[in-house]
């Protein structure tokens, strides 16, 4: 797919970000809750003020958030990447909340978010690869995130509970180094 993201921005977010990321959020659950492990009731209860603590603590665990911004400077993607505080498991870095608005998706700003983020991923010498979760029926992405490099190593049964049922998760893995 051709990438057609001259209009848009990608940065590092910090927790003056708090509040477009939440509402980016709310947005995701809204539009995509069938695949995400949080609930709108979950993110709804967090007020701007938690959320900014939660990208502050990301960022000082050696985690970080990028942020896709429109040319009116409007948050319209993200993915994160959280760190282990457990010294043994910090050569992981666990991508999560991988996300588009839906007037802004079929433009090629995951992909370029989640190159972003391995690029990012590959300047902090001691984080050595990245893992990422996904519901197995959402092949798009699963398609997206082995053509930027992850491999499926595992499927875990169940991951996710809803009011549908349950629905499977296949674990990915890219290696940094």
């Not at 709804?44 to 400077?73: H, M, P, T, W």
């Not at 043994?88 to 608005?101: A, E, K, N, P, T």
């Not at 997206?144 to 190593?153: I, S």
Request: overall charge negative; hydrophobic content about 40%.
């Amino acid at each position: 797919m051709q990438s057609n993201c001259e209009d848009y921005s990608f940065r590092e977010l910090v927790p003056d970000d708090a509040p477009q990321f939440r509402n980016l959020r709310l947005d995701a659950l809204t539009t995509s809750s069938d695949v995400l492990a949080a609930t709108l009731e979950e993110v709804e209860a967090d007020s701007e003020g938690v959320v900014r603590q939660d990208i502050d603590a990301r960022i000082r665990n050696g985690g970080f958030s990028v942020g896709a911004f429109s040319k009116q400077l409007e948050m319209v993607g993200m993915v994160n990447v959280a760190r282990p505080s457990l010294e043994r498991l910090r050569h992981i870095g666990c991508v999560w909340g991988v996300y588009v608005s839906t007037e802004h998706r079929n433009r090629g700003l995951a992909r370029e978010l989640l190159l972003e983020l391995i690029r990012l991923a590959r300047n902090i010498e001691d984080l050595h690869q990245l893992h990422i979760e996904v519901v197995t029926s959402n092949a798009s992405a699963v398609r997206l995130y082995q053509e930027v490099g992850f491999e499926c190593y595992g499927t875990q049964p169940r991951a996710i509970r809803t009011n549908e049922g349950y629905h499977d998760e296949y674990q990915l893995a890219l290696i940094l180094r």
